[in-house]
């Protein structure tokens, strides 16, 4: 019998590709696994509550996630409390009823006119008076938190003239804060 030389090639040809057919489904399963396990051991640790909590509950001891939790949640809170934003409308609207030189005026009769220049020539005086108002409006605003709000010994710029520095040196004046 004479076999022609055509048919043992079509013969090999169909056994590898009968093998590269039987590669992709193994290879198909091992991704599958590769996926499956850690899907079931989440579905079983999350839908759990206690086995949850066991899992989690010793990660809040640990200080650098307490840190990461602690940086997250305050950012959380801020981001949606809008701080500067109560506190520049609280302001806005203390000065559309109080003109802010009157808070200023008001700032220095309370300081006993203390203005000083610091060594750059910027005229400061203290801030606390204008903070106590801010602080009232935003409590008249029903935020309870403004409360809390400590008595802040810092002063506000006024305005900053380096030419200052040397008048007042000649002139032999000195910072006159309390």
């Known amino acids: 019998m004479n076999i022609p030389a055509a048919e043992p090639t079509a013969h090999r040809r169909a056994t590898a590709l009968r093998q590269r057919a039987a590669v992709v489904p193994a290879i198909i399963a091992v991704l599958l696994s590769l996926v499956a396990v850690p899907a079931v051991f989440l579905h079983a640790t999350a839908l759990d509550t206690d086995r949850c909590v066991a899992t989690v509950a010793p990660l809040a001891t640990d200080p650098v996630i307490q840190s990461e939790i602690t940086d997250q949640v305050t950012r959380q809170i801020t981001t949606r409390l809008d701080i500067e934003g109560l506190t520049r409308g609280a302001l806005a609207r203390l000065t559309e009823s109080t003109p802010l030189a ?10 006993g006119g203390t203005v000083s220049v610091d060594p750059q020539g ?28 400590p008595v802040i010994d810092a002063r506000v710029t006024i305005f900053e003239s380096p030419a200052l520095t040397g008048v007042y040196r000649a002139l032999g004046v000195r910072d006159r804060r309390p």
């Open 122 to 149: 910027a005229v400061t005086l203290p801030s606390q008076t204008i903070v106590d108002a801010v602080r009232d409006a935003l409590i008249g605003k029903g935020v309870g938190i403004a409360e809390r709000i």
């Open 102 to 111: 009157a808070l200023l005026v008001a700032a220095m009769t309370q300081s």
